[in-house]
């Protein structure tokens, strides 16, 4: 029997209703297969400085660094409320930020799937989707401008001022590449490097340890694309891209268009992977206008412990499942909030019966 211990940050916002849906699906697996999961929670983002002055507490360091995977929701409040909370101790300054600089999770995975069967999703016309959309977005975690030095202050003319870094080293660079290539070799062998070397320097060295990595996967085809470009692209013709590899801020805001282009965030699991530690999360935010309605769409949190699954616990069989009880879920008709349109003949559920309804299709489902 197999023992994982899993630290449970549930977040802000919408963070412990779809954490909630997430720990039910993980308690089926329980159930499935030989192995038992300890669930950690510990406070982290806003609520954890509310509770204790502090957005990444030490004991929820401490659990953090006990447990095998961290399963994490999003933190933050609204605009107005951040406001409450001092600048350097707001959620991803304070908690985010840190949490990924203590365990170097460089590389970040973000699936932007759906298929033709859901094409209706999208605000996308099913032309656009033909038989899929199915690319993964590889976005550097810990470098960048957010990661860099910062300073605000006020200069010698007596006018506020703000400045801050954009770094990276060739090992940096080279790191994101390995990923980006290996998995680019595992699916289609087409991988589009998103750069913008025609004005920041970072893009030349960034292009030039790509080319340099490349050597080393002859069957994987590189189109370069600069990243203003690929934001058109990805609204007009999405299926042309299989893996994309990118720096921290473009991976940030080009992943959250891949939610648009599905139709909602709600939609946007991922993974985020370092040497010794990895942990998981939906790429949206705390979503406040919609906390507490129990309408938040749980897939991205229940994705992300499939994508913990199969990265930190070797059962992709499962993590299978559970992707395939999620589309089923779908197949049948229903959908959360954010995803029904009036009068399109889908059956509206909330997070709980979502929730649920993945539970039941993955008991249906034959054991591995
Ligand atoms: P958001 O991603 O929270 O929400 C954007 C829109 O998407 C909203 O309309 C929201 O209702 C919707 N949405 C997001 N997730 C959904 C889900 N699972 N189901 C249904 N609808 C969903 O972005 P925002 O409003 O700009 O940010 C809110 C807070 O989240 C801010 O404090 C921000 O800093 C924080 N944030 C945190 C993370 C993180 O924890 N990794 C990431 C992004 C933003």
């Known amino acids: 029997m197999k023992h994982y211990k899993i630290a449970i940050l549930a977040g802000d916002g919408i963070g412990p209703e779809i954490t909630q849906e997430a720990v039910k699906v993980l308690k089926v697996i329980e159930e499935r297969n030989d192995v038992t999961f300890e669930l950690l ?44 909370i001092p600048i350097d101790e707001q959620p991803e300054r304070g908690a985010l930020l840190p949490l ?15 298929p033709k069967s859901l094409a209706h999703f999208s605000p996308l016309k099913a032309e656009v989707i033909g038989e899929g959309i199915d690319l993964v977005i ?47 070799s595992k699916r289609r062998k087409l991988l589009h490097n998103i750069h913008k070397s025609n004005v920041l320097k970072s893009s030349v060295l960034w292009n030039e340890v790509m080319e340099e990595v490349a050597k080393e996967y002859p069957d994987v085809q590189v189109v370069n694309m600069l990243v203003d470009a690929a934001a058109t692209a990805l609204c007009l013709k999405p ?26 965030l709600g939609l946007m699991p991922s993974a985020c992977i370092g040497p010794d530690k990895a942990y998981y999360e939906p790429s949206h935010g705390s979503a406040p206008d919609i906390a507490g309605k129990n309408i938040a769409n749980p897939y991205s949190m229940i994705g992300s412990v499939a994508m913990m699954l199969e990265n930190s616990f070797d059962m992709e069989a499962e993590a299978k499942n559970v992707w395939a009880a999620m589309q089923g879920v779908f197949a049948d008709g229903y959908s959360t909030a954010d995803l029904s349109k009036p009068g399109s003949g889908v059956t509206m559920i909330s997070t709980v019966e979502f929730g649920d309804k993945v539970v039941e299709k993955l008991r249906q489902m034959p054991k591995v």
């Open 41 to 84: 929670p510990a406070a982290f983002g806003a609520c954890a400085y509310f509770e204790s002055g502090s957005a990444f507490p030490h004991q929820t360091k401490a659990i953090c660094d006990e447990a095998d995977a961290i399963l994490k929701g999003p933190i933050g409040l609204s605009h107005e409320d951040s406001k409450r």
């Open 239 to 264: 299926t042309q891209f299989d893996v994309m590899v990118m720096e921290n801020m473009f991976g940030d805001i080009l992943s959250d268009q891949g939610g648009g282009i599905l139709g909602s």
């Open 138 to 184: 590889v976005r550097e975690l810990v470098g960048g401008l957010y990661f860099g030095e910062k300073e605000m202050g006020v200069n010698d003319a007596g006018l506020r001022y703000v400045r801050e870094t954009l770094e990276y080293d060739e090992a940096q660079i080279y790191q994101i590449m390995q990923q980006a290539f290996k998995l680019a």
């Open 100 to 114: 990924r600089r203590r365990y170097n999770t460089y590389a970040n995975f973000r699936p932007v799937s759906l």
